[in-house]
Each structure stands twice: as structure tokens, then as C-alpha cells.
């Protein structure tokens, strides 16, 4: 089954940035709303963002005004940029169709990012 696949992560003190991608196949990415997950240790996984293919966005309370996804409908790629960083943003990052918040779908290995405060 097709996976996405996550890069971009990576160790970075609180209050910085972090810019992460995700490269998904046509079946995955070109009719789909795309989301941004994130799973912390011992916590479920929750949606941060989400985009429509459109480009209407959506964001949980916890990360508006400071996290923006995009999507390059061309190269398949949909982005978070993650700026003013928490130390409570350190999780496991994941991005997939939207519906998979919901349904059963095969996940990517996810890109670690960890905030230091």
C-alpha cells in the first residue's frame, strides 16, 4: 500500500521554526483534503492542519497563528510551517488524506520533531 513519506524534522529550541514535507502519491494527494498529524508519547494522535485542494485551511486551536500548511498540487507535496515552537509541540509528525482521521489507512513512518526548552 502507498505510504507518504515525512521529512523536515528535527531538534530546535523553543520559540524557533521548522518547515516539514511530505511527498504522497497521486492516490493519495490528488483528490484528497491533506492533514497534518502529530502523536506525542503516550497520547493519541490529533490533527494540527488541514487543507483542502482548494486551499482552504483548517488548524486546531493549539497551533493557529503560528503553524501554516500549503500544498504544491504539482509536485504532490503538501508543507507545515511550524514557527514560534513550543516545547509541548515535540511529537512524532505525520501527514496522510484527511479521512484518515477517521478511516483506517496505511501511515508513513512519520518525522520526529523535537522542541527544547
Known amino acids: 500500500q502507498v505510504q507518504p513519506v515525512e521529512s523536515g524534522g528535527g531538534l530546535v529550541q523553543a520559540g524557533g521554526s521548522l518547515r516539514l514535507s511530505c511527498a504522497a502519491s497521486?492516490?493519495?494527494?490528488?483528490?484528497?483534503?491533506m492533514g497534518w498529524f502529530r502523536q506525542a508519547p503516550g497520547e493519541q494522535r490529533v490533527m494540527v492542519a488541514a487543507?483542502?485542494?482548494?486551499?482552504?485551511?483548517t488548524y486546531a486551536d493549539f497551533v493557529k497563528g503560528r503553524f501554516t500548511i500549503s500544498r504544491d498540487n504539482a509536485k504532490e507535496t503538501s508543507y507545515l510551517q511550524m514557527n514560534s515552537l513550543k516545547s509541548e509541540d515535540t511529537a512524532v509528525y505525520y501527514c496522510?488524506?484527511?479521512?484518515?482521521?477517521?478511516?483506517?489507512?496505511?501511515w508513513g513512518q512519520g518525522t520526529q520533531v523535537t522542541v527544547s526548552s
Open positions: 496522510n488524506a484527511r479521512h484518515c482521521a477517521l478511516l483506517s489507512c496505511p
Open positions: 497521486g492516490s493519495i494527494f490528488s483528490i484528497n483534503d
Open positions: 487543507i483542502r485542494g482548494e486551499g482552504i485551511t
